[in-house]
């Protein structure tokens, strides 16, 4: 059965690189072209599918003997012909087999058309990868920009108008998504006997990315379900019932720090409780007040439970909590950030939310010298009213 040279030419046809290169390439040649997949491909079809099975044949059984970069020479019948590996078994093709050439056979000929052929193909191949890792690329920063995009809706409302406080808050994630965490709730708008009172979290997932984002909407979800147990419920409970039940749920490995607060307006009072994260400052008139009593990360302990412990608070004070990224900033000689420049930093800031903020970004960036930091960072400063 002889080739068909139409089927030969389709085949040819379905790849536009090989119909522009490879196709030109060989054109003063007769040859066979040996797909992965078992389809044949030629110039002419003067041969039967016995003669080429006889070619190929020995061009497999002399390549299990030498390496596979290596031409090989075949005997046509007493006539000298040429085998070219095209490739490896992840390459689009598995050899060529020349028979004639205008030019005779001259090994160092062949070798010359050998190399463009491999140069063509990994040219084509570099390009296909390229192109799939783009594409991947793609992907990837489209759904990092989905978890954040969805992470940005569990954020408070930056326009939210509470009665008792002003709020400002920033949050900047290291990769687009991550795993820090602040709600701000207004616990006396449905409930005229708390009026004025406000709930505050601020939490942080161990590590980064869409992972330590998924934690965090995880943490969303427990807090949604949770019911305190009458008004009186102090933010302990809190921290226990997330325990609970991330301890459960939570990777491998993973934990998160925490501080919940509330404020008492009627008796002008912060009441807190800590989880392992980074102490709050309350910023009064004539001092600064580290809140500085806590216990272990959340997810270490399944039975671990938190204290409460209370603050009192005047109008005008400001409450400043953040995430560890502002103590860990580094310069370029591994100094640290620090509780002391924090201290100072606040100290000298404006006695206005949302302009202290922007002073204590900007005194961090100074100190280490570059204009993104390499943690997710969050702060959120809160007077009192």
């Known amino acids: 059965m002889k080739i068909d040279r139409a089927l030969a030419n389709s085949i040819i046809d379905e790849t536009l690189w090989f119909k522009t290169n490879l196709a030109i390439t060989l054109s003063d040649y007769n040859y066979y072209l040996i797909k992965k997949n078992g389809q044949i491909s030629c110039n002419f079809s003067s041969l039967c599918d016995e003669h080429y099975s006889k070619l190929y044949k020995q061009f497999q059984t002399l390549r299990l003997q030498h390496n596979i970069a290596e031409i090989l020479p075949l005997n046509d019948d007493g006539k000298m012909c040429w085998g070219l590996p095209f490739g490896t078994e992840s390459t689009l093709y598995e050899c060529i087999i020349l028979l004639d050439s205008p030019s005779g056979h001259e090994s160092h000929h062949i070798s010359s058309l050998y190399f463009k052929l491999m140069y063509q193909l990994k040219s084509f191949q570099f390009s296909e990868v390229s192109s799939q890792l783009n594409a991947a690329q793609v992907w990837i920063r489209e759904e ?15 326009g939210i108008e509470l009665s008792s406080v002003r709020m400002a808050y920033t949050y900047k994630a290291m990769k687009g998504a991550g795993g820090d965490y602040l709600d701000i709730v207004d616990i006396g708008k449905n409930r005229p006997e708390a009026q004025g009172d406000i709930g505050m979290i601020i939490a942080d997932v161990s590590g980064h990315g869409p992972a330590a984002a998924v934690e965090t909407a995880m943490i969303d979800a427990i807090l949604r379900t949770f019911e305190p147990k009458n008004l009186n419920s102090s933010s302990s409970e809190v921290l226990n019932y997330i325990n609970q039940h991330f301890f ?138």
């Open 144 to 158: 990092i920009e989905e978890i954040s995009r969805l992470q940005q809706l569990m954020l408070p409302d930056k």
């Open 248 to 385: 459960t749920k939570k990777p491998r490995g993973s934990f998160l720090t925490a501080t919940v607060m509330r404020y008492n307006f009627k008796e002008k009072e912060l009441i807190y409780a800590n989880a392992g994260h980074p102490h709050a400052y309350l910023k009064k008139a004539n001092r600064l007040v580290a809140l500085d009593q806590g216990g272990i990360p959340i997810g270490v302990l399944r039975e671990q439970n938190w204290d409460t412990y209370r603050v009192s608070v005047d109008v005008g004070d400001i409450l400043f909590v953040y995430t560890d990224v502002v103590i860990e900033t580094q310069n370029a000689h591994k100094e640290l950030f620090g509780f002391d420049r924090l201290e100072k930093a606040i100290s000298a800031a404006p006695d206005e939310p949302e302009a202290m903020l922007e002073f204590l970004e900007q005194q961090m960036k100074q100190f280490c010298g570059f204009s993104e930091f390499q943690d997710d960072l969050t702060m959120c400063a809160i007077q009192f009213i």
